[in-house]
């Protein structure tokens, strides 16, 4: 099954946040530690979904979606609306908010006020739920009248792609920020652009 050139265009992107971003400088702070540690994780699932794609293990691919997602999310939150008391809870152990709850914190602010969060979210949320839980969109995708196997269509592997990497353009540029790097940020919204407009 055949999902380039997006699986090609995701890999170029991939090669070139990582490239970009290793050894950047972030600060001590314990905000920008944890953020830049959520933001990583999220665009290692973005690296592993890439992997599990090219080793036709589209299922679990499509499982990570949901965690690269809401951990992107995350670190968001933890960098533009948490108190230091909300994220030594959260090292200490605590749970972070709902993500409803952070979507709608950040989109008090400028630049995520158009409500383009909520809508997205609104959109994908139980299709991601779904894949991350083994519901019905995973039982749908491993079988035919048939047999069992896999039975992902190219168009849905292209959409978790597509997505995927603008979850990775999300993480890196808010890493570009905290480190104080807004033309690194435009070079990834470019690099974005240019790879899948």
């Known amino acids: 099954m055949s999902v380039a050139p997006e699986f090609e265009n995701a890999l170029r992107l991939n090669e070139h946040l990582t490239n ?13 530690r944890t953020v830049a540690g959520l933001l990583y994780v999220s665009m290692q699932h973005f690296d592993s979904v890439l992997i599990l794609i090219s080793n036709q293990r589209y299922g679990s691919a499509a499982a990570l979606v949901r965690p690269q997602y809401e951990t992107m999310i995350r670190g968001s939150w933890f ?6 008391t909300q994220i030594e809870f959260f090292l200490g152990g605590g749970n972070a908010p709902r993500i409803r709850e952070m979507i ?3 989109e008090k602010l400028p630049g995520y006020n158009a409500g383009q969060l909520s809508r997205v979210h609104d959109r994908v949320w139980n299709i991601m739920n779904s894949y991350t839980h083994g519901g019905s969109e995973q039982a749908h995708y491993h079988n035919t009248e048939t047999d069992i196997g896999v039975n992902f ?12 990497s603008a979850i990775a353009l999300s993480s890196a540029n808010l ?13 990834f919204i470019d690099k974005f652009n240019q790879e899948f407009r």
């Open 20 to 32: 970009a971003l290793g050894g950047i400088p972030l600060g001590s702070g314990v905000r920008n």
């Open 153 to 164: 269509q190219p168009e849905t592997l292209r959409e978790i792609v597509k997505s995927c």
């Open 104 to 106: 709608g914190a950040l």
């Open 79 to 84: 960098f533009h609306c948490a108190t230091d």
């Open 175 to 187: 890493v570009a920020i905290i480190a104080g790097n807004l033309e690194m940020a435009k070079q």
